[in-house]
């Protein structure tokens, strides 16, 4: 094949593309630190007198709220994921194939959406208790009934809309499984229930705690759902000492303890997994048990109710609001929010590709420490939540603010010319969301060879020339996979976006929000809606992948 009519381009030149590459690379990942490298160094700053009131105060609170928190949710994701993972994979039963990717659609309802729907729903003047006391004569006080708006109701709505994380990668470690290990056990007489938990679950243990530490992490990020429930954990505790008491510094030194509770989370996953590791000896697939009778009704209700309280019910509900309320229209206000949303999303999705094409591209030309260091610094912005990202966002550009503001200000063009505007959106998106591409992506040139490569560069082609026209093409279905990945990501993401947008600048996740926090349901079904069906774009592709496979 001919590249270029040209005469080889000599080595030089191809060398500092590669340098180009490796510098731009080494840029990004210095950015993606320098959120993180902010919130860590306000733990040095001297306590104000705003810490000093949380700490006799809240703090304590917020310490017991958010580790309860996360012991509920990863119990309710380890329960139902590793549930319904053995019984898709290991067990054949009627509707074993619907169940098998009809369970990821929770993955399309964020949690905070899931929150408003059930809270119309299970509330005191909602259709429930209404129809309770209206059946049975029952009046204010004659009866107990769970208050949804609480941090089991919390725990339970996160753990409905995350359990899939757990469910995927559990589900593709017991299907790798060696099937004569499992067919061994039948032999020596264990009943399936008993070969699952001595055999399976061992074997299987690092994924689902790579899942569950996957589900804390989100969880322990969450703004949505406990803010609109009133549960007072790190993430509502940082929004307050910024926004409510204007002390960014008291904020960030939050910020830090809930990273510190992330990296626990990571070091626990890490001490977990150990060096536990297992090896496929045979290609077979385990042959499923046959379930029937009692059992295959079991199995099929055991599937059915994550999926009907994770996504069936909810989705149904916010289409009853939407449906009986007279004064909900689509207007130019959706149209507005709808807007800015796709807006964000696209050039958050454009950008953090592109940022990850340079590093995983400048890895595969060059693989020496720095771009693998720059590659796994990229990495971690997905581990830290968003409400962290903004405050670690904000504090640097808001002291480059001041920093350019003082020196244009003879020229009278001071002001904010990063923090307030769309750029830290922008930015606190690439730092999130990165990881996202990068895999992807990386995922996307490991299966390009690497002669195809060298073919390119014994034709004169330089690294660029090579990239545009020979993997770009090849990396076509992951390069808009990483984008649509990054795309609905972006749409569904609140705290960043509710602490860092230009003012009058609303998405649809902040309105939807908004609106729910004034106790106007059936307004926030619109953007709530207008989220779960994007949401459902990236799970219909994944359904697609496991269905063919």
């Given at each position: 094949m001919s590249l270029s009519g040209s005469a080889v381009v000599p080595a030089i030149s191809r060398w500092s593309g590669i340098s180009r590459l490796r510098a731009g690379a080494i840029a990004i990942a210095a950015l993606i630190c320098v959120p993180v490298a902010a919130v860590i160094v306000n733990l040095f700053v001297p306590r104000g007198e705003t810490w000093r009131h949380l700490a006799q105060t809240v703090l304590p609170e917020y310490v017991m709220n958010t580790a309860l928190l996360a012991v509920l949710v990863g119990a309710a994701v380890m329960v139902i994921g590793v549930g319904c993972a053995w019984l898709t994979s290991m067990c054949r039963f009627p509707l074993a194939r619907f169940f098998s990717w009809a369970l990821l659609l929770p993955l399309a309802m964020p949690a905070y959406v899931m929150?408003?729907?059930y809270t119309d729903f299970l509330q005191f003047s909602g259709p429930v208790q209404s129809w309770l006391r209206a059946w049975f004569g029952w009046r204010a006080g004659d009866y107990w009934f769970p208050d949804v708006r609480s941090l089991g109701g919390a725990a339970g709505v996160l753990g409905c809309v995350l359990y899939p994380y757990v469910y995927l990668l559990a589900r593709a470690a017991f299907l790798e499984q060696s099937a004569s290990a499992l067919e061994s056990a039948r032999i020596l007489g264990e009943s399936p229930w008993r070969s699952f938990w001595r055999i399976a679950l061992p074997l299987a243990r690092p994924a689902i705690v790579a899942g569950t530490a996957l589900c804390l992490m989100e969880a322990l990020a969450d703004y949505g759902t406990v803010a609109y429930f009133g549960v007072n954990t790190f993430s509502t505790g940082i929004f307050r000492a910024?926004?409510?008491?204007?002390?960014?510094?008291a904020a960030a030194?939050?910020?830090?303890l809930l990273l510190a509770g992330v990296a626990g989370v990571l070091a626990l996953e890490r001490l977990a997994r150990g060096r536990a590791a297992f090896h496929v000896t045979s290609r077979k697939p385990p042959s499923p048990y046959a379930l029937r009778g009692v059992r295959a009704l079991g199995a099929m209700l055991a599937c059915a109710a994550p999926l009907l309280v994770g996504f069936v019910v909810p989705a149904g509900l916010l289409v009853r609001l939407l449906w009986h309320e007279d004064a909900v229209s689509l207007g130019a206000r959706f149209a507005k929010w709808a807007a800015n949303s796709?807006?964000?999303?696209?050039?958050a999705a454009a950008i953090a590709v592109g940022c990850a094409l340079v590093i995983a591209y400048g890895s595969r030309l060059?693989?020496?420490?720095?771009?693998r260091a720059a590659a796994r610094v990229a990495g971690l912005g997905y581990a830290v939540p968003g409400v962290v990202i903004a405050v670690g966002v904000m504090v640097p550009l808001t002291r480059l603010d001041h920093a350019l503001?003082?020196?244009?200000?003879?020229?009278?063009?001071g002001g904010l010319m990063l923090s307030g505007t769309i750029v830290a959106l922008l930015y606190a998106y690439l730092v999130r969301f990165l990881a996202v591409a990068l895999q992807t992506v990386e995922a996307g040139l490991s299966r390009i060879k690497r002669s195809m490569d060298d073919a390119a560069r014994s034709l004169g082609a330089g690294p660029g020339e090579t990239l545009l026209r020979v993997h770009a093409p090849l990396l076509g279905r992951s390069l808009v996979a990483a984008s649509l990945l990054v795309f609905v990501d972006v749409m569904k993401e609140l705290p960043a976006t509710l602490a860092l947008r230009p003012f009058d600048f609303d998405t649809l996740a902040v309105q939807a929000f908004n609106l729910a926090k004034d106790e106007r349901l059936a307004e926030a079904s619109i953007p709530s809606l207008a989220i779960v069906a994007v949401g459902l774009i990236p799970v219909y592709l994944l359904?697609?992948?496991?269905?063919?496979?």
């Open positions: 929150a408003y729907a910024w926004f409510s008491m204007g002390d960014p510094i030194q939050l910020g830090a796709l807006l964000l999303a696209a050039l060059k693989p020496g420490f720095a771009e503001g003082a020196l244009f200000s003879s020229g009278g063009a359904a697609r992948s496991m269905a063919r496979r």
